[in-house]
């Protein structure tokens, strides 16, 4: 008997450890219900140790407004039952009960300790997620609670947030030592929010060694936040210059190859826009759970909806005039006009919404200063994934051995046995089609309204004259060229003055090359 109450006492005075960091009612109450500083004092002391989980619930409780105080104690009330916080008993609401209110301060200080009690999650996002929540607030209270989760932090990433947290916190430090040590481990940081950490510490530097290391440190990150923003700048007018691209590819058919000037291009671009809206709204009713395949679906959609336009425009009107082309110009500027009014008496003149799947939402961390949003990186490679479609079905099928012939000698390829009012429909009606993908991807990074293609119809004829009429490669690189350059000039004198730089520039090129970047090659079938 007595050996057996000896074990009892050994497994008492182990378990004590661990009773004495668990929640306790004093704590809880002490954390509901007082002054604002004594309440995130106790939150700080109750996550100080190593809680237990009824400390993050009664914290999550908190945050949810989910609590109130009666007879002296701390109760979490769900749907008209109380619940004791630290035994988790349900009990009967006391009519005493009054609810505890937290005003911004207190709702951030719950936000602070729940992401402190993160730091020991066991999942790696989760943890580093939680150290980048503690820097914005981090102070000399949170140093054993940062050390304690370092002492046992295994990622990588997580225990570099961590060290810059605790370096954050040494930047105040009285010994300039620690300060130099902080700075040494922040300057590997090219992060804004240290560059602003660190410009806020030179302000109030006296010591002379520590203003040089500060110096340096700040030189090092604007460096490197200098790259991140020159890469943006480029990665924007890539973007830019993808949907100059697939803008520019329909008129690099009608205009290029056919020598049509087709005003509506834009509005063809619109219809295809407006046919992902149709798409999605029947997803959003029909198909709520395959919402996020709703685009593989709009894209042909599209595809055909511009395509169709685009043969009824060129069967109707276009083929009486080609060889024309001032009729023609004022003719598809006509037929725009009515394209525009004829979508506002359908859909209305206000813009309407076309929703990102969720696969396109947020964006890659490339740097600190640095992020690419998924669904403009997917237009870049939509974009070359319809160039290369458009230079295969060009150059290796038999429609287009058939418009490669009919450009360059119709008569010719007429007694060849060449269908070339066909030929003309099918060429027409692929570059319509084009112009309606341009419209599905517009439809992911901008508003989609009646006068969504006169933003573009200018830029694209541009593309097309710079790189070359008829030619694919012009194309291409005229779309980012004329892209990056834009956006770069914009850095400098806005955008306005950058359109208008831009549009002299090409004005002066073509003075000089007027075949463009890439000229034909051979002779005409008229020389």
Known sequence: MTGYLRTLALLACLALPCLAH????????????????????????AIADDP??????????????????????????????????????????????????????????????????????????????????MRQGASAERLPLVDKALAQ????????????????????????????????????????????????????????????????????????????????VVFTGASLGSILLLVALGLAITYGLMGVINMAHGELMMIGAYATYLVQGVFRQYF??????????AVPAAFLASALVGAILERSVIRFLYGRPLETLLATWGISLILMQLVRTVFGAQNVAVENPSWMSGGWQALPNLTLPYNRIVIIGFAFAVLALVAWIISRTRMGLFVRGVTQNRPIASCMGVNTARVDTMAFALGSGIAGLAGCALSQVGNVGPD??????????????LG????????????????????????????????????????????KRPQGLFAMKGRSAEA
Do not use: C
Request: proline fraction near 3%; aromatic fraction near 4%; charge should be negative.
């Open 52 to 133: 237990d989980e009824r400390t993050a619930a009664f914290l999550r409780a908190l945050a949810a407004n989910e609590v109130a105080v009666a007879d002296g104690r701390a109760l979490i009330v769900r749907n008209g039952q109380a619940q004791d916080p630290v035994s988790g008993e349900t009990l009967p609401l006391p009519a005493s009960a009054e609810g505890v209110m937290n005003n911004n301060r207190m709702r951030g200080a719950i936000n602070a300790a729940l992401a402190a009690l993160d730091l020991f999650a066991a999942d790696a996002g989760k943890r580093l997620q939680a150290a980048h929540a």
């Open 452 to 465: 969504l293609g006169q933003s573009y119809i200018v830029d694209s004829f541009m593309v097309v004259v």
């Open 22 to 45: 668990a929640l306790t009612p004093e704590a809880a109450l002490a954390m509901a219900r007082g002054e604002g500083s004594s309440r995130i004092a106790a939150m700080q002391a």
């Open 288 to 297: 709520p759970g395959a919402f996020d395949a709703y685009l593989l679906a």
């Open 153 to 232: 932090e295994t990622d990588a990433r997580v225990k570099q947030a961590l060290e810059q947290i605790r370096a954050s916190v040494h930047l105040n430090a009285e010994l300039p030592a620690e300060r130099l040590a902080a700075i040494a481990t922040l300057a590997g940081d090219a992060s804004p929010a240290t560059r602003l950490l660190l410009g806020e510490r030179m302000a109030a530097e006296t010591d002379d060694q520590v203003r040089s290391e500060l110096q340096r440190a700040l030189r090092k990150i604007d460096d490197r936040l200098a790259w991140g923003e020159r890469l943006g």
């Open 468 to 511: 070359g009429v008829g030619q694919l490669a012009g194309t291409v690189y005229a779309a980012l060229g004329l892209g990056v350059l834009n956006k770069f000039l914009e850095g400098w004198t806005g955008a306005v003055l950058a359109k208008i730089a831009v549009l002299v520039f090409i004005i002066a090129f073509i003075q």
